[in-house]
């Protein structure tokens, strides 16, 4: 079983940037294509990026595009989000999570995940 810790979270004021990274402890990390979601308040789990194996292949919600960026380090077991121009609507709990087979923008398609971390963009 592959576990997965989120870093990198916090503070920020609308228009800065912060940088999340996801630690994961199996070498088949390599071998997963890993998601970026994020859940606000009393809202539903959303799709926000996610990379293939091979990270030849990246895909974004509309919401996030031209401003997130995801990318992985298989070397050190580690996917990354780099945020920039963030925006109030970005507060939420950020999870990154991991699947075996496709790519998938679908959190129930997902098979481990860590235990978030929050994102705060003040206005």
């Known amino acids: 079983q592959v576990q997965l810790v989120e870093s990198g979270g916090g503070l920020v004021q609308a228009g800065g940037s912060l940088r999340l990274s996801c630690a994961a402890s199996?070498?088949?990390?390599?071998?997963?294509?890993m998601g970026w979601f994020r859940q606000a308040p009393g809202k539903e789990r959303l799709f926000v990026a996610t990379?293939?194996?091979?990270?030849?292949?990246?895909y974004y919600a509309d919401s996030v595009k031209g401003r997130f960026t995801i990318s992985r380090d298989n070397a050190k077991n580690t996917v990354y989000l780099q945020m920039n121009s963030l925006k109030p609507e970005d507060t939420a709990v950020y999870y990154c999570?991991?699947?075996?087979?496709?790519?998938?923008?679908?959190?129930?398609?997902?098979?481990?995940w860590g235990q978030g971390t929050q994102v705060t963009v003040s206005s």
């Open positions: 999570a991991g699947r075996k087979f496709g790519v998938s923008m679908r959190p129930h398609e997902y098979d481990y």
């Open positions: 199996a070498r088949t990390f390599s071998t997963s294509n």
């Open positions: 990379i293939t194996w091979t990270g030849d292949r990246t």
